[in-house]
């Protein structure tokens, strides 16, 4: 899409009214028994845009939606965006505490979720000092514990509002990612940035309206809600789908005739390994991969197993979006590297001054164009820090990443600049996790950190401190951190090891050496390996 597109200002639902006009009876949703064309999805969206402006939900206010991937959280989303509204998309797995910080973070006005979920939060909905209303999709009794609390039926039935003007550069949506400071920060994007982002990832996957896209990741992640938007954008059909085992994947893509597939590296190590259905390997021509580094064991069983299936791996941030692809065609020949830069996206690898680095020079890369978020949501410390002005006037972000650029201009990634644990296609900080641990005053130093590992990229290690208490059994300390971590923390969060010692190594400044902690963890694993 060139860069001056009349689609530049296109608003983020019109990626369904669009495709709504053009081809209403095509199928664009299917979750579980349910399918719904375009006719069906576009007017839900409207109705219940209506409903949450007959709320009082004002241009500008924020619509948390915390729920599995469904149907209601799909139109959720774009009812929130065609109602002037920000949508808040909070990741199902995360337990109570978690919600309330986004919740607070963000001053959310209305909580879309179930009734079950509204359960789990329980006091943590009346805690908070912005919400006024709680949608429950489903159709129980309204608990009497939830103040404010309505159906979603509700909304949907709530009638015509007045028209509403909304600008492509007005903010609909805040991602929220892990940050150094130990707790999530608020991505704040424009629509322009999301309806510029599908129509560049559209166009060099090369999706089509035949594609039938299968929705496995989080819409929580720029990765999984970019599964809707792109589909959406050229009137495909997307296929909402949660799996408990990686068989139960291939059974969905067989089932559904999925012709494109996302996942992260995780997902893909298990299930490289499994026997592709003939029919799978027959319709399925594209796969995506991001959220990490693909192992090149994995990469090699997936071409092995989808011979003629197409195999893009791709690199970016939730600041961004997306910023590099490398094309299938490039695979065998550069597989480790991240590719080049995307459609309508100004990446570059520059030097600490900001001057340019040369080929194959280690530098920062930034990435400067309309796809770069507006910020971070009520954060101006670290909005100025991540997101400056180059020296042509452009807006970049700084990912925070090392990189170099090889004279083709194929990109390939050094490290990183902080802490942050890439495990599972999750960033996670080691502060958040460590929080947890601390307030239980069982160690008086705790410090976490990631360690290789060949499924989830990174794991999360754990090393507790213990002074004078170091004479505590290690077994029973190890297992007392980690049920308090499984109470806490999602899933993904819980550390894999724990070592428990007296004292944590310091640099010379007293700070934790965690570099350090990486390499005696390396060492043990090594020496334990028969």
Same mark, same amino acid.
């Given at each position: ?39 069906q ?13 007959a ?25 929130? @965006?065609?109602?002037g509204?920000?949508?808040?998309p ?50 129980t ?14 909304l ?11 600008? *492509? ?22 629509h ?7 129509h ?23 990765y ?21 085992? *990686?068989?139960?994947v291939l ?10 597939f @996302?996942a992260? *590296? ?14 799978v ?14 192992? *090149? ?12 299936t197409?195999?893009?791996l ?10 590099t ?30 001057? #340019?680095?040369?080929a194959?020079? #280690? ?31 452009q807006? %970049?972000?700084w990912?925070?990443?090392?990189v170099?650029?090889d004279?083709?201009g194929?990109?390939?990634f ?14 996670v900080s080691p ?6 641990i ?20 990174? %794991? ?6 213990m002074?004078?208490? @170091? ?10 951190v ?8 999602p899933?993904?969060?819980? #550390? ?18 965690? #570099?350090r ?14």
């Open positions: 899409m060139p860069i001056d597109s009349p689609l530049m200002n296109d608003l983020f639902h019109q990626l369904v009214t669009r495709p709504a006009h053009q081809r209403p009876n095509a199928t664009a949703l299917v979750h579980r028994t349910l399918s719904m064309t375009y006719a999805l576009a007017r839900d969206i409207q109705s219940v845009a209506d409903g949450l402006r709320l009082g939900l004002r241009p500008g206010e924020r619509v948390a939606i915390y729920l599995p991937k469904q149907s209601e959280a799909v139109v959720a989303l774009f009812a929130t @965006a065609a109602a509204g920000i949508f808040v909070v990741n199902p797995q995360l337990k109570p505490e978690q919600v309330q910080h986004i919740l607070n973070d963000a001053s959310v006005s209305v909580l879309v979720t179930s009734s079950d979920r509204a359960h789990l939060l329980g006091e943590v909905i009346n805690r908070s000092d912005t919400l006024r209303h709680v949608v429950l999709v489903d159709d009794p309204l608990p009497a514990a939830v103040t404010h609390a309505c159906h979603w039926s509700s949907l039935s709530a009638g015509p509002q007045p028209p509403l003007t909304i600008k *492509p550069d007005n903010s609909v949506a805040i991602l929220y990612t892990s940050g150094s400071t130990g707790k999530p920060k608020g991505v704040e994007l424009s322009r940035n999301l309806v510029v982002g599908a560049s990832v559209a166009e060099y996957l090369q999706l089509t309206a035949q594609d039938r896209v299968l929705a496995l990741l989080p819409l929580s992640f720029d999984g809600l970019s599964q809707l938007s792109t589909a959406f954008l050229v009137g495909g059909c997307a296929v909402l789908f949660d799996y408990l085992l *990686p068989r139960d059974r969905e893509l067989e089932t559904r005739n999925i012709t494109v @996302a992260v *590296p995780t997902l893909w190590v298990q299930l490289a390994s499994l026997p592709w259905p003939d029919t390997r027959e319709r399925l021509r594209l796969i995506t991969s991001s959220g990490g580094v693909m192992p *090149p064991a994995t990469l090699n069983g997936l071409r092995t197993a989808l011979p003629d197409q195999i893009c791709m690199y970016g941030l939730t600041e961004a979006f997306r910023s692809f490398l094309p299938p065609e490039e695979l065998a020949n550069r597989p480790s590297s991240m590719g080049r830069a995307i459609p309508n996206a100004e990446v570059m690898v520059l030097r600490p001054d900001g001057s #340019p680095c040369t194959n020079e #280690p530098g920062e890369l930034v990435h400067a164009g309309p796809l770069v978020a507006r910020g971070y949501w009520k954060n101006p410390e670290h909005s100025a820090h991540r997101f400056r002005k180059l020296p042509s006037g807006h %970049a972000v990912s925070g990443d090392t170099r650029r004279e083709a194929f990109f390939y050094v490290g990183r600049e902080d802490d942050m644990i890439k495990t599972s296609g999750y960033r502060t958040e996790i460590e929080a947890v601390t307030e239980t005053g069982c160690a008086v130093e705790v410090a976490v950190f990631g360690v290789p590992d060949p499924v989830l990229g990174q %794991a999360i290690a754990v090393a507790l401190g002074g004078q208490q @170091a004479d505590c059994q290690d077994g029973q300390q190890t297992q007392w980690l049920d308090i971590c499984r109470q806490r923390l899933t993904y969060m819980v #550390p894999r090891h724990v070592t428990v010692t007296s004292q944590l190594p310091k640099t010379p400044n007293s700070k934790i050496d965690r #570099p902690l990486v390499q005696e963890f390396m060492a043990h694993a090594s020496s334990a390996t028969p």
